[in-house]
């Protein structure tokens, strides 16, 4: 089966997830998704046969907007959703982050999204005018479903990802993932 086709499947079919997705999209951000964990945890839950998803310690909404790249407007964005919905929303305009992250500047979310520490961290989900639900995923949705934890080549700082596989929990949570780098 095709592995898109399978996450936006499960996405479907978890409602805490559409909801999620209908708040974001009512934002109108542009090139916004709900990436990070959003999708990545989805994958590994389902991999590794959990029956309830592992809770999500907050929901990233990314977007790119070159025109508002204070975080004053990510602020308030995560007010107005916290004022409709009770999920843990973190807001971050990927136009910005090339100075927080010492890159060139990006040139869109999914290019933004191609600088992040792990392959499989880099994949999220939007819907679009339509209502239809698209995954964006600059490396394909195909290390998702490897059993991976994979170092970003454009990372290159092992420390940074040995931290983040340390400090999130990714082995315990999820102990058929391996270290690929």
Same mark, same amino acid.
């Given at each position: 089966?095709?592995?898109?086709?399978?996450?936006?499947?499960?996405?479907?079919?978890?409602?805490?997830?559409?909801?999620?997705?209908?708040?974001?999209?009512?934002?109108?951000?542009?090139?916004?998704?709900?990436?990070?964990?959003?999708?990545?945890?989805?994958?590994? +839950?389902?991999?590794?046969?959990?029956? #309830?998803?592992?809770?999500?310690?907050?929901?990233?909404?990314?977007?790119?907007?070159?025109?508002?790249?204070?975080?004053?407007?990510?602020?308030?964005?995560?007010?107005?959703?916290?004022?409709?919905?009770?999920?843990?929303?973190?807001?971050?305009?990927?136009?910005?982050?090339?100075?927080?992250?010492?890159?060139?500047?990006? #040139?869109?979310?999914?290019?933004?999204?191609?600088?992040?520490?792990?392959?499989?961290?880099?994949?999220?989900?939007?819907?679009?005018?339509?209502?239809?639900?698209?995954?964006?995923?600059?490396?394909?949705?195909?290390?998702?479903?490897?059993?991976?934890? #994979?170092?970003?080549?454009?990372?290159?700082?092992? #420390?940074?990802? +040995?931290?983040?596989?340390?400090?999130?929990?990714?082995?315990?949570?999820?102990?058929?993932?391996?270290?690929?780098?």
């Amino acid at each position: 089966m095709d592995h898109e086709v399978l996450i936006k499947q499960w996405i479907m079919s978890d409602p805490d997830r559409m909801a999620a997705l209908t708040t974001a999209a009512a934002q109108k951000l542009p090139g916004w998704c709900l990436a990070a964990g959003f999708v990545r945890n989805l994958v590994w +839950d389902k991999l590794h046969g959990f029956v #309830t998803s592992t809770p999500l310690n907050d929901i990233d909404l990314i977007y790119f907007d070159s025109d508002g790249v204070g975080d004053s407007r990510d602020r308030e964005i995560e007010r107005r959703l916290m004022g409709v919905s009770t999920l843990p929303w973190s807001v971050k305009n990927q136009a910005r982050m090339h100075a927080r992250n010492g890159d060139y500047p990006y #040139t869109s979310t999914e290019d933004a999204m191609s600088f992040w520490v792990e392959v499989e961290t880099a994949v999220g989900a939007a819907l679009d005018d339509r209502g239809e639900l698209i995954i964006m995923a600059p490396f394909g949705v195909k290390p998702l479903f490897n059993y991976t934890i #994979t170092l970003n080549p454009k990372r290159p700082k092992r #420390t940074d990802f +040995d931290a983040r596989v340390y400090n999130k929990r990714w082995l315990q949570t999820w102990p058929k993932l391996v270290v690929s780098v």
